[in-house]
C-alpha cells in the first residue's frame, strides 16, 4: 500500500510555498519536502534557529536525567539523527514529541536544530501517540491530556467524545484535573478502577471540563479517606510501596464484577465508605506482600 519510492519524492500540495517562505524568513533553511509514505500527506524537511523552537505548552516537564542521556548519546555519535516533528504556530515552531532532544541540543549549544515541518497544526495535539522518545507515566499523561483539552476548549466546538483518540483514555481527563490540584496524587493507584467506570463524555469542552473537575475532586475525596487507612497502617508497623494500591483493591466494589457498565459516580461514593470503615487490624503483612508486581510509581 501507498506510494512508491518515485511518488514520495514529489508533492504538490500549494501550502508548502508558504511554509517555506516563512521558514526562509525565520533564518531558517528548507531542505527538502516529500509525500509521506504512509498517509501521503505533506512533509518538509527544514533547519531552524534553535531558539524560534519550543515545545507546546501542553507537554510534561522535561527529565533531566534523559536530557543528559540524550547529551552524552550525540557527544559520542557525533551526529544529530532523529529531527523532531514541527508545526509553525504564531512566530514560532511547536515541537509535539521532541522535547527532550530540543533540550539536550540547547544545552550541547547548537544553534540549530533540523525537523519535520508539517502543514497541519492539528497534529500538536496528537502528543501522547507521537511521544515515543521517553515513555509517560500515568501522571504526565494525566496532566498533558487535561492542558490539551482546556486548549481544545478555547478554540473548538466540538464535544469531547470526538478527541477519544487525542487523549488516548477518559481516566486521564479525571486524574489530570485531579493532579492539577494535588502532584502528589498517586493516579496509577486508582487508574485501574477508572479505566471500568470513566469514559468519554457526549458534552461540548467546556461542559466536560467542568465534570473533570466534579470527579477530580471526587477522586481526591476518595484519595484523601485511603490516605488515612495507609497512615493507619504504616502506624500498626507494615511497610511496602504497595500500601495504597492494596487498600484500593480491597475497597474496590466492581473488582470481580464482570459487568462493563458502571456509574461513576456510584463506584468512587462506595469506596470512600468501604475506606472509612477498613479494618486496619486484620490485615497481615503477607496480605500486603501478595499484590505484587510493579511499585505503581507515578512520579519517574
Known amino acids: 500500500m501507498g506510494p512508491t519510492p518515485e511518488e514520495v519524492s514529489t508533492t504538490n500540495d500549494a501550502r508548502l510555498r ?44 522535561p527529565s533531566e536525567p534523559h536530557v ?15 529531527p523532531v516533528v514541527l508545526v509553525h504556530h504564531d512566530d514560532r515552531y511547536w515541537t509535539p514529541n521532541g522535547n527532550h532532544r530540543l533540550q539536550a541540543m540547547k544545552k550541547l549549544g547548537a544553534r540549530t536544530i533540523v525537523g519535520l515541518l508539517l502543514p497541519d497544526e492539528e497534529v500538536a495535539f496528537k502528543i501522547l501517540a507521537l511521544n515515543t522518545e521517553k515513555a509517560h507515566n500515568v501522571k504526565e499523561k494525566s496532566l498533558e491530556t487535561i492542558r490539551m483539552a482546556r486548549a481544545l476548549a478555547e478554540r473548538r466546538g466540538a464535544k469531547e467524545r470526538d478527541f477519544a483518540f487525542e487523549f488516548e483514555q477518559a481516566p486521564f481527563l479525571t486524574l489530570g484535573a485531579a493532579y492539577e490540584e494535588r502532584r502528589s496524587l498517586s493516579g496509577g493507584a486508582y487508574h485501574p478502577v477508572l479505566r471500568r467506570i470513566d469514559d468519554f463524555l457526549d458534552e461540548s ?22 490516605g488515612k487507612v495507609v497512615a493507619a497502617l504504616k502506624n500498626r508497623g507494615l511497610t511496602s510501596p504497595y500500601l495504597k494500591p492494596f487498600v484500593v483493591a480491597r475497597i474496590n466494589p466492581i473488582r470481580f464484577s464482570k459487568s462493563t457498565e458502571f456509574d461513576f459516580d456510584e463506584v468512587l461514593d462506595k469506596m470512600i465508605v468501604s475506606a472509612g470503615r477498613f479494618n486496619v487490624d486484620r490485615v497481615k503483612q503477607e496480605d500486603v506482600a501478595k499484590i505484587g508486581g510493579a511499585p505503581p510509581g507515578d512520579e519517574e
Do not use: C, H, W
Open 18 to 61: 508558504e511554509l517555506s517562505n516563512r521558514v526562509e524568513e525565520d533564518g531558517g533553511a528548507v531542505l527538502g519536502q516529500y509525500s509521506d509514505p504512509f498517509g501521503q500527506t505533506s512533509v518538509v524537511v527544514v533547519a531552524l534557529p534553535i531558539d524560534l523552537v519550543e515545545p507546546t505548552p501542553y507537554q510534561r516537564d
Open 68 to 82: 543528559k542521556r540524550l547529551m552524552t548519546v550525540i557527544e559520542k555519535v557525533g551526529r544529530f539523527l532523529d
Open 205 to 226: 469542552m467546556s461542559k466536560a471540563l467542568a465534570e473533570r473537575q466534579r470527579r477530580g475532586a471526587k477522586v481526591l475525596k476518595l484519595d484523601d479517606a485511603v
